[in-house]
């Protein structure tokens, strides 16, 4: 008799082979059921895991042994390569007021593209770099190199806009990376009779994935107008930073 009953034995682990938690019928290997269901891994609260600091609700990520775990695996921040504020110098003309880098656009074209500021940067490893970055402009009617800051007046509309390029190796930009802009953000101005000067404030972010190695960032600005106008931005005179995040 006992010969016959052995395979019985094996039917109570192959009916217990998916486990359910508050239900009967499970559907999965685990199953727990009820709208307000939840689940607690202590391993991975606030006393356990120093990435719970136990007041703001910590990502969850798997990795490839398929373990639930707080340190992400992917696109992980890995650190602040650079945080700058005021990255472009203020009146680097030592006029009577700050401009930062001017770029004019005068009566005989409709668009100037020029270069405000390089930054040198050295990557650890392959990885994706967040740039983000804030800059002030300021509009005027003339030249402000000249020394003097006038008004807008002609209800005309400006463009200003930002963007950077990414020289890889730091060896000059090749045509290749002159076609490609990250980060690029524009704002317009116009003003009538009666009009002041002051300060923009444009920010932005892109992304680049970049080899192992020394790379530099080109930051352009660029004015914009139209015919038989002039026009003159000074780019980073006030406020600006610069703020570069590395992910792997």
């Known amino acids: 008799m006992n010969v016959y009953l052995l395979p019985f034995l094996f039917l109570p682990m192959l009916s217990f082979a998916q486990v359910g938690i508050g239900t009967t019928q499970p559907q999965q290997d685990l199953h727990i059921a009820g709208d307000t269901s939840t689940i607690r891994i202590e391993s991975l609260n606030a006393t356990n895991n120093p990435f719970n600091n136990g007041i703001d609700l910590a990502p969850v990520s798997i990795d490839g ?8 695996q992917y696109n992980t921040p890995l650190v602040f390569l650079l945080e700058e504020n005021n990255f472009i110098p203020d009146n680097p003309s030592n006029l009577d007021f700050n401009t930062g880098t001017v770029i004019n656009s005068d009566l005989a074209s409709t668009s100037n593209e020029a270069i405000i500021i390089t930054k040198a940067i050295t990557i650890p490893q392959p ?9 002030t402009m ?9 020394n003097t800051l006038s008004p807008i007046t002609d209800a005309k509309s400006r463009t200003g806009e930002i963007f950077f390029r990414i020289d890889l190796n730091s060896d000059g930009l090749n045509t290749t990376e002159i076609s490609k802009k990250y980060g690029i953000k524009g704002i317009y101005y116009t003003s009538s009779s009666g009009g002041v000067a002051g300060y923009a ?3 932005s972010q892109g992304y680049v994935t970049l080899p192992t190695g020394n790379h530099t960032i080109y930051f352009y600005g660029v004015v914009k107008d139209g015919n038989s106008s002039y026009t003159s931005i000074g780019f980073g005179g006030s406020k600006d930073y610069l703020k570069i995040r590395l992910y792997n």
Do not use: C, H, R
Request: aromatic residues 18%.
């Open 65 to 72: 042994f398929g373990n639930f775990t707080l340190v992400p």
């Open 127 to 135: 990885s994706i770099i967040e740039v983000n970055y804030a800059v």
């Open 201 to 203: 404030y444009v920010n």
């Open 138 to 146: 300021l509009f005027a009617g003339d030249d402000l190199k000249s």
